[in-house]
């Protein structure tokens, strides 16, 4: 399963380093200087860079449903397994968000911005402890927390679909029928309500694709599932074309054949370097802890070039490789000392796949990212 995880890993990477950059492109003095100097470069971060969310969408679906299964079956505790997805999310968040504040109330010295969050009361903060900050319209306090919320609500409600559908028919059918039902009614409906982009039937149809493209890839006939996916992507897109649905389809469709193609050939695959390899887990590996940590940095990287406004490319430039650095070695620092520690605290470890837990969320708070 080498070229898969490879795969995964690419995507996650590639991810996470559009989110960064997107958010440059989104933010503060240093997005209007980048739309200044780079207007061409600076309007397709802001306006494409943001559709990674996708890759994080599909990636989710496609491992928690392997990550689920024994949960959803009887053989596991489900309710351990959303104990445990709550923890790896929501503890991490809030070290990082102990940071954003910090670094706050620092940026708010030398800059006046709208996106310099202000300082919280207890309400805002226990609203983000239940993931409800977006549904109840309160401010988020960091870019991307959006996205925590909406990916634990994505996990629970997929695995309240396997669970109902494995108690009523052994066996992985009427599973399949519920999640792709409620795929398509994502797709076709609940995706073309703006308004309900706080909740997770919002997203669904992502996530749902990712799930299906599992399971047409392990099928008995995975051209005829794929094929079948592929149908009712095109008449979503059909009905309202969306670019952000139509690269959901396109990544569900490949991540499926890879698993057709793993699956037939399990000895044909092109062995990957392995410096490539390394690069590119460790990219991976650091992808929640880069969503999570960026925001901080991208804060006084504004504060910071607040006071250089007018100084030339140079200074922009060079407070750009800053904020990029500072972010990737921060992240690397936060998910070796923060992250791993916190999401083994306190609850016994899952017998089962901890793959599902590698589709971390990294996407920012902008409705524009959505």
Known sequence: MQARHTFIDGLKFLGAQLIVLHHLSAYGPLADALHRATPALAGWLYDYARMAVQFFLVLGGFLAVQHLRPMASGQASLRMAIA????????????ALLLALCAAAIARVWLHDPFVPTTPGWGQLL?????????????ALSAGIWYVAIDF????????????????QPGRQLTVVLVLALMVGSLVLFNRQPGLDPWALYFFGSYGLGTAAW???????????????????IGALWLEFRERAALALALALLLGGLVWQRRAYPRGEHPVPEVLRQLLHRGAAMSYALFLIHFPVLLLANAFYAQWTGAGALVLVATVLGYWLASMTLAWAFERYVETPLARWGLPRSSGSTSAMASRPLQSNSPRTR
């Open 127 to 139: 609203a983000h402890a239940l993931l409800l900050q977006d549904v109840l319209g309160i401010e």
């Open 215 to 233: 399971w047409a890839g392990r099928s008995r006939h995975p051209l005829a599932a794929l094929g079948l996916l592929a149908v009712i992507g």
């Open 153 to 168: 609500q994505l996990f629970l409600l997929l695995a309240i679909l396997m669970r109902l559908g494995y108690r009523a």
């Open 84 to 95: 445990r997805r709550y923890q790896r999310l929501v503890l991490p968040m809030f070290a």
